[in-house]
Each structure stands twice: as structure tokens, then as C-alpha cells.
Nanobody, 125 residues
């Protein structure tokens, strides 16, 4: 399995931006799709965005106008740029990796075998 370490969360005012990073090790990174999820206490895990190994990008409709995905397979990293953040975006964000060829990006968390530790995003009003 690929191992994932996240960074980049923090406290930001509404309307601000954060960039989350997901560093991978252990396998050929380009063979994996990377998904970003969030889960608030008492709520189900929610797919936010995902990027395939071939840079096909998928965004949840609720956030697609405010997010930008990227990845650098040479550096084994994926990033999620979040703009115009809102208080309701406050929660823990996770990156996950799924062995996947081509442009496929899973939106169901159960299809991801590797998960990062999560990073807290807090948006103040």
C-alpha cells in the first residue's frame, strides 16, 4: 500500500484560502488516483475532489467552483487548493489513494485502500 501524510490545514477567515498537501511513499504514485474527503462529527464522509494518475479531475458539485486539484508524480505529492472558504467547510480533511489506471476516480471512500491521518480546517466567520 502507499503511505500518505497530509499537511496544510489550519485556521483561516471566511473568504480565505488554504492549500492541503498529500505526500505519498511506498509505491509508484502515478498508478494511484488520489481522492480528497471530509468528515464532520456525526456526519458521513463526503467526497470533495479527486485526481487520477493521468490528471483527470473530479469535483463535488457543492465545491467545484472553489477548489483546484493538482499532483506532481515526480515528487509523489498531490495538492488541494481551497479558495473562498466558508465556515461550513470547517472539518477534518483526508486524502486517500486508490490503485487505479486511466482516468477513473472513485467517489466512494470504500474504494480507497490508503488514507492519510487527516488535517483540520477551521474557517472563522
Amino acid at each position: 500500500q502507499v503511505q500518505l501524510v497530509e499537511s496544510g490545514g489550519g485556521l483561516v477567515q471566511a473568504g480565505g484560502s488554504l492549500r492541503l498537501s498529500c505526500a505519498a511513499s511506498g509505491r509508484i504514485f502515478s498508478n494511484y488516483a488520489v481522492g480528497w474527503f471530509r468528515q464532520a462529527p456525526g456526519k458521513e464522509r463526503e467526497f470533495v475532489a479527486g485526481i487520477s494518475g493521468t490528471d483527470s479531475m473530479h469535483y463535488a458539485d457543492s465545491v467545484k467552483d472553489r477548489l483546484i486539484l493538482s499532483r506532481d508524480n515526480a515528487k509523489n505529492t498531490a495538492k488541494l487548493q481551497m479558495n473562498n472558504l466558508k465556515p461550513e467547510d470547517s472539518t477534518v480533511y483526508y486524502c486517500a489513494a486508490s490503485y487505479s489506471s486511466g482516468e477513473y476516480v472513485a467517489e466512494f471512500g470504500g474504494e480507497y485502500a490508503s488514507w492519510g491521518q487527516g488535517t483540520q480546517v477551521t474557517v472563522s466567520s
